[in-house]
């Protein structure tokens, strides 16, 4: 007779464990988990006892998708990941396989891959600030933040064409370079954020009932965040100083002066002082980084993975044959596999590739940091109260597109 199969460790419930608690479901119907997540909790009046996260509630078929398809065509499936920094994205995707290629990138294209990830840092950290804020009622500082942020979205679709999903990034360098008086624009956008989030720290800061809202709500212990894996900066409020960009530099990154802002106790008011902290750090790199900026082409003359010039794909047969098959057949990336990872918005982005020395990939693998993360969540949402339970899972940033599988 075959031995009873032990229980794994936190089965999913359907039933409480005293007759007076009630499971509640909260979502994945409702605007405050992002329309794909489903908490179940047991509640005690409105204390949550147990919360059980389930995040699969989004069904692209992300990474297979990804293996019918030319390394080139990937890339509009890599900026739905997290599509509140969709370059970061592209760049760490862009990086791997440049990696398995033996492709170095332009000067050029190396600076300015390292100022728009930092400037999608920024724009996703406006994005998260906001929305916890607004949960809270904080609508004045919704407002401020969110004004920004649609003002990087527009300064980003005057580089890209697009608004959220960029596909800006290219296997061996960018789709473009920077059109004219876009630097101007940048400086102008970079005063009025220090303009306006010097007003957002001025309303909540010090504000009490923030505080109260927030101090010691939601906290994560070093040792576990590191146990369940987390990085970026719910790790960086338990006072981990762990920042990939500093610790494995990439890009240009090694070059820069920067801090790694870190938290006390891993509380819902340390991971909202991280990000405002990080965004003031990602300004100050972006400043270095146009005066570093060097000119030049942004992509490599490389037949292998760089289209030719249109003018000359209609004057010489050779550059029309060599964009027809870079087109059809997409880049032939060596033989191999590879894991590279970027420090992203929300943490350890990496992508782990498998090349069998074809126009396609054969394994693509994607460590979120969102799909990771809600792993632990029930950690920082378990013994607080239900209305905590909002703004809490709104500073642990989860992004769907991230935690489809």
């Not at 229980?7 to 605007?31: C, K, M, Q, W, Y």
């Not at 990087?152 to 800006?168: F, S």
């Not at 900026?293 to 209609?314: A, E, F, I, Q």
């Not at 126009?359 to 990771?372: D, E, L, N, Q």
Request: glycine fraction near 8%.
């Amino acid at each position: 007779m075959n031995a009873p199969i032990a229980n794994p460790v936190r089965p999913a419930f359907d039933r409480t464990l005293r007759e007076d608690t009630v499971i509640v479901s909260i979502g994945p119907s409702h605007p405050a988990t992002h329309g794909t997540i489903q908490i179940f909790t047991e509640l005690d009046g409105e204390r949550v006892v147990r919360a059980d996260v389930h995040c699969g509630y989004l069904h692209r078929g992300f990474e297979k998708e990804c293996e019918d398809h030319t390394w080139h065509n990937l890339i509009p499936y890599v900026d739905r990941l997290n599509y509140c920094s969709a370059l970061v994205n592209d760049f760490a995707y862009c990086d791997a396989v440049e990696r398995l290629m033996g492709i170095e990138i332009t000067p050029r294209c190396r600076y300015l891959r390292t100022l728009l990830s930092e400037y999608s840092r920024v724009a996703d950290h406006l994005t998260c600030v906001a929305a916890s804020l607004m949960e809270l009622g904080a609508m004045t500082a919704f407002l401020y933040l969110v004004m920004l942020r649609d003002w990087i979205y527009e300064h980003l679709a005057d580089l890209t064409g697009a608004r959220v999903t960029y596909t800006y990034g290219r296997i061996g360098g960018l789709a473009r370079d920077l059109p004219e008086g876009w630097l101007a624009r940048l400086h102008e956008i970079l005063a009025k954020y220090e303009e306006f989030v010097a007003r957002v720290h001025g309303l909540m800061d010090r504000n009490r009932i923030f505080i109260e809202r927030t101090r010691d709500v939601g906290v994560i212990s070093a040792a576990d965040a590191i146990n369940w894996g987390y990085t970026g900066p719910i790790l960086r409020s338990t006072g981990v100083a762990r920042d990939l960009r500093r610790d494995t530099p990439y890009l240009a990154y090694a070059e820069l002066d920067f801090e790694v802002p870190v938290g006390i106790k891993g509380d819902n008011y340390d991971r909202y002082y991280v990000r405002m902290r990080e965004m003031d750090e990602s300004v100050h790199m972006i400043r270095q980084l146009v005066e570093m900026l060097p000119d030049g082409p942004v992509s490599v003359d490389d037949r292998r993975c760089t289209l030719p010039d249109k003018r000359l794909v209609y004057t010489e047969i050779e550059s029309l044959i060599n964009h027809f098959k870079l087109v059809t057949d997409g880049p032939q990336v060596p033989a191999g596999e590879i894991y590279v990872a970027h420090e992203s918005p929300n943490g350890e982005l990496g992508f782990y590739l498998v090349s069998t020395g074809g126009g396609t990939p054969w394994k693509v693998h994607v460590r979120a940091p969102s799909f990771v993360h809600m792993g632990g969540a029930h950690l920082m949402l378990e013994g607080y109260q239900l209305a905590d339970l909002i703004p809490t899972f709104g500073s642990i940033n989860m992004i769907g597109g991230e935690c489809d599988r």
